[in-house]
T-cell receptor, first 115, second 118 residues
């Protein structure tokens, strides 16, 4: 069975602070994919990143960076110099490498960035 | 707009009534998914279509739920005899599978249909 745990239910920061959202996953698959999605108040899940299990290189995209560590089964997401527009619910998700595309989501972390 | 669109965005219904939601995926996407999201939780998988074929249904999908994807284009999700426990956001997503390469793009989600059963 697959499982994704986002232990942080809510995080509150002040604008320009750095913030890290934690994600821990469980899977028996040797090939799998990890995702982060952002859900603003409008409700639509916005894709942020996909990472393959065989590629542990960290990735940076603007103010966003992701740290994938297979040894600890973690895929953490850091926002540098947070902005009010970053306020949203963030979901980590897992997909089996043999799957047609079904995602297993964590419970989400509510991020609030105060001006 | 070339994203995934869902209709209606909001639906309030009385317990016991039937409701139907529609999802229009990204036009070239051959895979379509329905998820349900309750307050404070992540989306949970309900069912999946490859073109017009429904290939998997979650145990969450009771016999009051039925989904179709005629002609492999738009999809509908119907809930019969709604119950208060059906109140949730129903999300549709689509992706493109390159079956020859065994690759699947990431899923793109619609804005969801929020159902309230009173």
């Amino acid at each position: 069975a697959q499982k994704v745990t986002q232990a942080q239910t809510e995080i509150s920061v002040v604008e320009k602070e750095d913030v890290t959202l934690d994600c821990v996953y469980e899977t028996r698959d040797t090939t799998y994919y990890l995702f982060w999605y952002k859900q603003p108040p409008s409700g639509e899940l916005v894709f942020l990143i996909r990472r393959n299990s065989f590629d542990e290189q960290n990735e940076i995209s603007g103010r966003y960076s992701w740290n994938f560590q297979k040894s600890t089964s973690s895929f953490n997401f850091t926002i540098t110099a947070s902005q009010v527009v970053d306020s949203a619910v963030y979901f980590c998700a897992l997909r089996s490498g043999t799957s047609y595309g079904k995602l297993t989501f964590g419970q989400g972390t509510i991020l609030t960035v105060h001006p | 707009d070339t994203g995934v669109s869902q209709d209606p965005r909001h639906k309030i219904t009385k317990r016991g009534q039937n409701v139907t939601f529609r999802c229009d995926p990204i036009s070239e996407h051959n895979r379509l998914y329905w998820y349900r999201q309750t307050l404070g939780q992540g989306p949970e998988f309900l069912t999946y279509f490859q073109n017009e074929a429904q290939l998997e249904k979650s145990r969450l999908l009771s016999d009051r739920f039925s989904a179709e994807r005629p002609k492999g284009s738009f999809s509908t999700l119907e809930i019969q005899r709604t119950e208060q426990g059906d109140s949730a956001m129903y999300l549709c997503a689509s992706s493109l599978a390159d079956l020859g390469q065994g690759q699947n793009t990431e899923a793109f989600f619609g804005q969801g249909t929020r159902l309230t059963v009173v």
